[in-house]
């Protein structure tokens, strides 16, 4: 059973276009997040829910906008698609919002050309 | 500057060596330090976790870290092909807050 999953895989798409990302856990943490990781490795977090709570809300473009509709998911949508989005977003959890241990997913590459 | 600096690497290191790696960083808040292993196209595990100043051993692995200096280290004995990854070391100041990270530092252990 995978703790951490996230939809799809790879993302391949065109400039302007609009694509969602999707995550789930089934750890029954009370605490998400999203992360970037650039070409680079460097990961940078974007956006921490807790309880479906928005939390942390990094300076991240407001094309960016995640949703979460229940404790166990977190969804990453994107408008207008631009070349610097490309990059792996990861999403992760921890059991709450003072857990030292965070559980990653696998990630998403995301393309844009 | 970023906040947190690490050596992207890669170290190549053969089989049974130790592995040092360092992470040094400029917020005299951070109290949370951690290390990740991170494998190609997976995401981050966590290895490690230190509280403050001190050192941590589980394993083969050692964290240590000197807030005095601003430092952080791991330390791997025995080093092992599977040990080859990226190691990201990470750190908050409050329990609540946001993790930074380091770039990581890609580690090749040769047999």
């Known amino acids: 059973d995978t703790a951490v999953s996230q939809t799809p895989k790879y993302l391949v798409t065109q400039m302007g276009n609009d694509k969602s990302i999707k995550c789930e856990q089934n750890?029954?943490?009370?605490?998400m997040y999203w992360y970037k990781q650039d070409s680079k490795k460097f990961l940078k977090i974007m956006f921490s829910y807790n309880n479906k709570e928005l939390i942390i809300n990094e300076t991240v473009p407001n094309r960016f906008s995640p949703k979460s509709p229940d404790k166990a998911h977190l969804n990453l949508h994107i408008n207008s698609l631009e070349l610097g989005d490309s990059a792996v977003y990861f999403c992760?959890?921890?059991?709450?919002?003072?857990?030292?241990?965070?559980?990653f997913g696998p990630g998403t590459r995301l393309t844009v050309l | 500057q970023k906040e947190v600096e690490q050596d992207p690497g890669p170290l190549s290191v053969p089989e049974g060596a130790i592995v040092s790696l360092n992470c040094t960083y400029s917020n005299s808040a951070f109290q949370y330090f951690m290390w990740y292993r991170q494998y190609s196209r997976k995401g981050p595990e966590l290895l490690m976790y230190t509280y403050s100043s001190g050192n941590k051993e589980d394993g083969r692995f050692t964290a240590q870290v000197d807030k005095s200096s601003k430092y952080i280290s791991l330390f791997i004995r025995d080093s092992q092909p599977s040990d080859s990854a990226t190691y990201l070391c990470?750190?908050?100041?409050?329990?609540?807050?946001?993790?930074?990270f380091g770039a990581g530092t890609q580690v090749v252990v040769t047999p």
């Open positions: 750890l029954g943490h009370d605490t």
């Open positions: 990470a750190m908050k100041g409050d329990s609540w807050g946001k993790l930074q």
């Open positions: 992760a959890s921890s059991q709450d919002r003072h857990s030292n241990e965070q559980f």
